[in-house]
């Protein structure tokens, strides 16, 4: 994910690209990192859904 995507470390965000820039290998490229990222984002999603269920039962 680091060959496009730069973190703003302050505001946790993503900065934005101009995709002018770049040829359609690189736009490609691009694509395949943000897929991958939203498996990422989505596992943790999973992971601390699971770990909050968890944490509702022991405190029911």
């Known amino acids: ?3 496009f995507l730069e973190f703003e470390e302050t505001q946790k965000s993503i900065k934005s690209l101009n995709l002018d820039d770049f040829s359609i290998e690189d736009l490609n490229n691009y ?3 943000l897929k991958n990222e939203i498996s990422r984002v989505k596992e943790e999603i999973e992971k601390k859904s699971n770990l909050l269920t968890e944490a ?3 405190f029911r």
């Open 1 to 3: 994910m680091n060959d």
């Open 31 to 33: 694509i395949s990192e």
């Open 56 to 58: 509702q039962k022991f």
